[in-house]
Nanobody, 124 residues
């Protein structure tokens, strides 16, 4: 089970930190991905991280603004979002795949488990 936290309302240029805490996970190797779906838009892969190596990947739209981090002891993954823009407004989801890494890590169908989303609203 996955749960995402940390959404809210922020002004453009502001920051938010989202958290994703998988529960009931007994394996050590997994990839956590963050996705978002804005109003009238398709779901988009934002970033992901591997639990063991800490390998990360970002969509071009968030590079340099978003940072994904992991705390394996707490089994929590964070998405630090800085310099937020109105176009970042979306419901953000985290997802999990039991694997070390893969070729399609920002594709929705790569992941097996999904959490409920958290809404991020960026006002202009």
């Amino acid at each position: 089970q996955l749960q995402a936290f940390g959404g809210g309302l922020v002004q453009a240029g502001g920051s938010l930190r989202l958290s994703c805490a998988p529960s009931g996970v007994t394996f050590d190797a997994y990839v956590i991905g963050w996705f978002r779906q804005g109003p009238g838009k398709e779901r988009e892969g934002v970033s992901c991280i591997s639990s063991r190596a800490g390998t990360t990947y970002y969509a071009d739209s968030v590079k340099g603004r978003f940072t994904i981090m992991r705390d394996n002891a707490a089994r929590t993954v964070y998405l630090q979002m800085n310099s937020l823009r109105p176009e970042d407004t979306a419901v953000y989801y985290c997802a999990l795949k039991q694997t070390d890494w893969g070729n399609r890590v920002l594709k929705s169908d790569f992941y097996d488990y999904w959490g409920q989303g958290t809404l991020v609203t960026v006002s202009s």
